[in-house]
């Protein structure tokens, strides 16, 4: 199994991006997705939950990135995404894609992606 992030990357103030998370070897329903992410200078410390979605009509935002962000994901294409407007400095970090079973049983992550908001 295995977790691809991709579109990360600069943007000013006030500009969007869109993360795509490509999974392969999951069937995607199965699992529970999650965006997270990790902020410079603090690696020692948990990564935060930014997004989960557990189906199109049960999906969780932090409340930092509510109203901003957008998780969505295709099954057909076994892929998670993140549409990320309005960012703000503060919103640069890595960013991960994590699926996890039902069950809490198994958990996987993907090796991120660097977004950063500067002008």
């Known amino acids: 199994v295995q977790l691809v992030e991709s579109g990360g990357g600069l943007v000013e103030p006030g500009g969007s991006l869109r993360l795509t998370c490509a999974a392969s070897?999951?069937?995607?329903?199965?699992?529970?997705w999650s965006w997270y992410r990790q902020t410079p200078g603090k690696e020692g410390e948990s990564r935060e939950l930014?997004?989960?979605?557990?189906?199109?009509?049960?999906?969780t935002y932090a409340n930092y990135v509510q109203g901003r962000f957008a998780i969505s994901g295709d099954a057909t294409r076994n892929t998670l995404f993140l549409q990320m407007n309005s960012l703000k400095p503060e919103d640069t970090a890595v960013y991960y894609c994590?699926?996890?079973?039902?069950?809490?049983?198994?958990?996987?992550w993907g090796q991120g992606t660097q977004v950063v908001v500067s002008s």
């Open positions: 930014v997004a989960v979605f557990r189906s199109a009509d049960d999906i």
């Open positions: 994590r699926a996890r079973t039902r069950d809490f049983e198994n958990i996987y």
């Open positions: 070897g999951f069937t995607f329903p199965d699992y529970v």
